[in-house]
């Protein structure tokens, strides 16, 4: 997905805020699946066909069954090396978009802490997702993480 130029919040727009609050929790609600290694709840968080695109594409995920297998893999790589990681996502901006979905962009840190070690950051980069709501929640439609490293 290509940058949507997510505008700012506008206060004069009723609901944005209470928008940002339930996304923003949608978020935490994620991130916290993945880092605990629930990768079938983490994977439940997107569309049935939702879609995962990392580094500009070149790592890609389509439908639940390869994002949970996906970051299954990875959580046990990182289980193999003593390493544990947590997504930290922060500057969120929301733009609901006429056709109901949400255009969200935020920044993505992640955190590398090895058994015993000091925390460090591990990776900087910009998360740019296409969000639908689902009865009280939303999932991902669209994911693309571009790496600060890989510009």
């Known amino acids: 997905m290509p940058h949507t130029g997510t505008a700012p919040l ?3 727009r ?7 609050g339930e996304i923003t929790h949608f978020y935490a609600r994620q991130m916290q699946a993945l880092d ?3 990768t079938d ?7 049935e066909d ?3 695109l990392l580094h500009g594409g070149h790592d890609r995920a389509e439908g639940r069954p390869a994002l949970a297998a996906s970051s299954a893999k990875a959580r046990a790589a990182l289980a193999e090396q003593g390493v544990t990681h947590r997504h930290w996502l922060g500057m969120l901006a ?6 109901g979905s949400v255009a969200a962009r ?7 802490t090895g058994l015993g070690g000091t925390p460090a950051l591990h990776r ?3 998360c740019e997702d296409v969000l639908v709501r689902d009865g009280d929640t939303w999932l991902v439609e669209h994911r693309q993480v571009s790496r600060d490293d890989l510009a």
Request: charged share 25%.
């Open 94 to 99: 929301v733009e609901p978009r006429p056709d």
């Open 36 to 38: 605990d290694g629930r």
């Open 124 to 126: 900087s980069t910009v």
């Open 14 to 20: 009723p609901g944005t805020d209470r928008l940002h």
């Open 106 to 112: 935020c920044y993505a840190l992640v955190i590398a």
């Open 41 to 47: 709840d983490w994977a439940r968080t997107f569309t």
């Open 10 to 12: 506008d206060p004069a």
């Open 50 to 52: 939702g879609v995962f």
